[in-house]
């Protein structure tokens, strides 16, 4: 069985490890990969060797480091196919799903190439007599990423490109369970001509999450995943008074008026809420039916019949499996949990079967209505092709079952009306909202903006805040003397603003 490699100083090796983990496919259960479990020595020698590379690369001129991910994005585009057969097989999307992943990633790659104005600082002359003052935007050193299953391509180029533009070295920590696109990345970026130990990928569970997170050379630490790992990673790091970013989890909320145009509304959540298999963060799982628009339901559910699970190269297919066999059986436990607590299960996707596939972890669209607050169904981040109907009488019942829901990663609202629109914008209590769009995500000259349990951390993925985060901000006030020209001792701390 293949052993997978890390990627070490610009070169693939071998981990000298005894533990490794078996990535098997969700396809078929058979072992595609053993990942290693890499040691601590392994990772203390990529953290070093990435420091040294950080104390070139930060004085790297910036239309070099710009140069880089110009190259970079333009051997994604190339490669696109090949990316996207991998990250395919070992995930499990569909391959056109699997090519979305990608472009959604090399779009950061793009607003990467904008480095030369994002680093730019700030500059007042004057501020004082013949005083001046002004900012630099300097890297940090070496940073992380631990990056999950669901976005392969996605989430590892929301990160890494970004924080090595800025100046900073990187360490890469892909999901266990898709590390093969992760290093396909890695492959083009050396391709790309990125210097010696920049970029490193390494591979484990939590004892190599661990290392890093304690490892004092590492500077910052991007997350995104489970919001118990989260809360993990998060508490860990910032104890060790390093900077954190952890994206977790989410329950998206789509608020149907009577007034929406109905085929767009029915349309948009056929696909929001089962594409990826229900695997998005940003997918949408609970639909709220304002008023006379719960009459729509029936022709939903009629949509959802029609959409089925299959494997990745099969063109008819909608989406793949769920990522594991555990996933699988934690999703079929939720829905009995539904039926159990006495929700109406109107679609009922446990027992799904694919020709030629029977050992994959399918699951088909699942639907319930009559669903409570208080259910484990609503409560709980399902992530998998299971949609909640709820039936809000109004947009002020709508709004308060969002803004009382724990988690605030994205929401939207499908209208015709104005006023409706801009109130439900301005009032509901979650960072991404669409308006007649299922899935608001934002694009990269923006920055991806999730709420309250959906995000510990301050400043957020990609767009302008990703360079705040992966930089630090120096400020130099400078007074200069004409040749004969002096001041007396001065014991205040007051500026001279009268000249």
Same mark, same amino acid.
């Given at each position: 069985?293949?052993?997978?490699?890390?990627?070490?100083?610009?070169?693939?090796?071998?981990?000298?490890?005894?533990?490794?983990?078996?990535?098997?496919?969700?396809?078929?259960?058979?072992?595609?990969?053993?990942? $290693?479990?890499?040691?601590?020595?392994?990772?203390?020698?990529?953290?070093?060797?990435?420091?040294? *590379?950080?104390?070139?690369?930060?004085?790297?001129?910036?239309?070099?480091?710009?140069?880089? /991910?110009?190259?970079?994005?333009?051997?994604? %585009?190339?490669?696109?196919?090949?990316?996207?057969?991998?990250?395919?097989?070992?995930?499990?999307?569909?391959?056109?799903?699997?090519?979305?992943?990608?472009?959604?990633?090399?779009?950061?790659?793009? !607003? *990467?190439?904008?480095?030369?104005?994002?680093?730019?600082?700030?500059?007042?002359?004057?501020?004082?007599?013949?005083?001046?003052?002004?900012?630099?935007?300097?890297?940090?050193?070496?940073?992380?990423?631990?990056?999950? !299953?669901?976005?392969?391509?996605?989430?590892?180029?929301?990160?890494?490109?970004?924080? +090595?533009?800025?100046?900073?070295?990187?360490?890469?920590? $892909?999901?266990?369970?898709?590390?093969?696109?992760?290093?396909?990345?890695?492959?083009?970026?050396?391709?790309?001509?990125?210097?010696?130990?920049?970029?490193?990928?390494?591979?484990?569970?939590?004892?190599?999450?661990?290392?890093?997170?304690?490892?004092?050379?590492?500077?910052?630490? =991007?997350?995104?995943?489970?919001?118990?790992?989260?809360?993990?990673?998060?508490?860990?790091?910032?104890?060790?008074?390093?900077?954190?970013?952890?994206?977790?989890?989410?329950?998206?909320?789509?608020?149907? /008026?009577?007034?929406?145009?109905?085929?767009?509304?029915?349309?948009?959540?056929?696909?929001?809420?089962?594409?990826?298999?229900?695997?998005?963060? /940003?997918?949408?799982?609970?639909?709220?039916?304002?008023?006379?628009?719960?009459?729509?339901?029936?022709?939903?559910?009629?949509?959802?019949?029609?959409?089925?699970?299959?494997?990745?190269?099969?063109?008819?297919?909608?989406?793949?499996?769920?990522?594991?066999?555990?996933?699988?059986?934690? +999703?079929?436990?939720?829905?009995?949990?539904?039926?159990?607590?006495?929700?109406?299960?109107?679609?009922?996707?446990?027992?799904?079967?694919?020709?030629?596939?029977?050992?994959?972890?399918?699951?088909?669209?699942?639907?319930?209505?009559?669903?409570?607050?208080? /259910?484990?169904?609503?409560?709980?981040?399902?992530?998998?092709?299971?949609?909640?109907?709820?039936?809000?009488?109004?947009?002020?019942?709508?709004?308060?079952?969002?803004?009382?829901?724990?988690?605030?990663?994205?929401?939207?609202?499908?209208?015709? =009306?104005?006023?409706?629109?801009?109130?439900?914008?301005?009032?509901?209590?979650?960072?991404?909202?669409?308006?007649?769009?299922? +899935?608001?995500?934002?694009?990269?000259?923006?920055?991806?903006?999730?709420?309250?349990?959906?995000?510990?951390?301050?400043?957020?993925?990609?767009?302008?805040?990703?360079?705040? !985060?992966?930089?630090?901000? %120096?400020?130099?006030?400078?007074?200069?003397?004409?040749?004969?020209?002096?001041?007396?001792?001065?014991?205040?701390?007051? *500026?001279?603003?009268?000249?």
């Amino acid at each position: 069985m293949k052993k997978l490699e890390m990627m070490i100083s610009n070169e693939f090796i071998q981990s000298k490890t005894q533990k490794y983990f078996d990535k098997v496919c969700p396809l078929t259960q058979d072992v595609q990969v053993q990942v $290693p479990l890499c040691t601590n020595e392994e990772i203390s020698d990529a953290i070093e060797k990435a420091h040294t *590379a950080y104390l070139s690369w930060k004085d790297t001129p910036i239309m070099t480091r710009t140069r880089l /991910m110009l190259r970079y994005q333009a051997l994604i %585009k190339e490669n696109i196919d090949e990316i996207a057969k991998i990250l395919s097989i070992e995930q499990g999307k569909t391959f056109d799903d699997a090519k979305g992943d990608i472009v959604r990633g090399y779009e950061v790659v793009e !607003f *990467a190439c904008s480095a030369p104005t994002l680093m730019m600082g700030e500059t007042v002359e004057h501020v004082s007599n013949k005083m001046n003052t002004y900012s630099y935007r300097q890297p940090l050193g070496v940073c992380a990423g631990i990056t999950p !299953f669901n976005f392969p391509a996605m989430i590892p180029l929301w990160m890494f490109p970004l924080a +090595i533009v800025a100046g900073n070295a990187f360490i890469l920590k $892909p999901s266990e369970m898709v590390p093969n696109t992760t290093m396909k990345l890695a492959e083009l970026f050396i391709e790309a001509g990125a210097p010696k130990d920049l970029l490193q990928v390494v591979h484990g569970q939590k004892d190599q999450v661990d290392a890093l997170l304690d490892h004092p050379k590492v500077l910052a630490y =991007s997350f995104v995943g489970s919001p118990a790992v989260g809360e993990y990673i998060y508490s860990r790091a910032t104890a060790n008074l390093k900077r954190a970013q952890a994206f977790v989890g989410a329950k998206n909320h789509m608020v149907v /008026m009577p007034d929406a145009n109905k085929e767009n509304v029915l349309n948009a959540l056929v696909g929001a809420s089962m594409g990826a298999a229900g695997q998005r963060c /940003m997918g949408i799982s609970v639909a709220l039916f304002v008023g006379s628009a719960r009459e729509w339901i029936p022709e939903l559910i009629a949509k959802l019949k029609e959409v089925k699970p299959g494997a990745w190269n099969d063109k008819d297919a909608n989406y793949g499996p769920v990522m594991t066999k555990a996933a699988q059986n934690k +999703i079929e436990g939720l829905i009995q949990s539904g039926v159990d607590e006495g929700a109406t299960l109107l679609l009922d996707g446990r027992g799904a079967t694919v020709e030629g596939y029977s050992n994959g972890n399918w699951v088909g669209p699942t639907v319930f209505t009559k669903v409570d607050v208080d /259910m484990a169904i609503y409560k709980e981040e399902i992530f998998g092709p299971v949609l909640s109907i709820l039936e809000p009488k109004n947009l002020s019942e709508a709004l308060d079952i969002i803004n009382n829901n724990m988690f605030g990663n994205g929401t939207s609202i499908f209208t015709a =009306s104005g006023a409706s629109a801009t109130r439900f914008r301005r009032e509901v209590q979650v960072g991404q909202v669409g308006i007649n769009l299922p +899935i608001p995500v934002p694009l990269p000259f923006f920055s991806f903006t999730g709420w309250r349990g959906s995000f510990y951390g301050d400043l957020h993925a990609y767009g302008k805040q990703a360079i705040t !985060f992966y930089t630090e901000t %120096k400020t130099v006030t400078e007074k200069w003397f004409e040749d004969e020209e002096s001041e007396g001792v001065a014991f205040d701390f007051k *500026a001279d603003h009268s000249k």
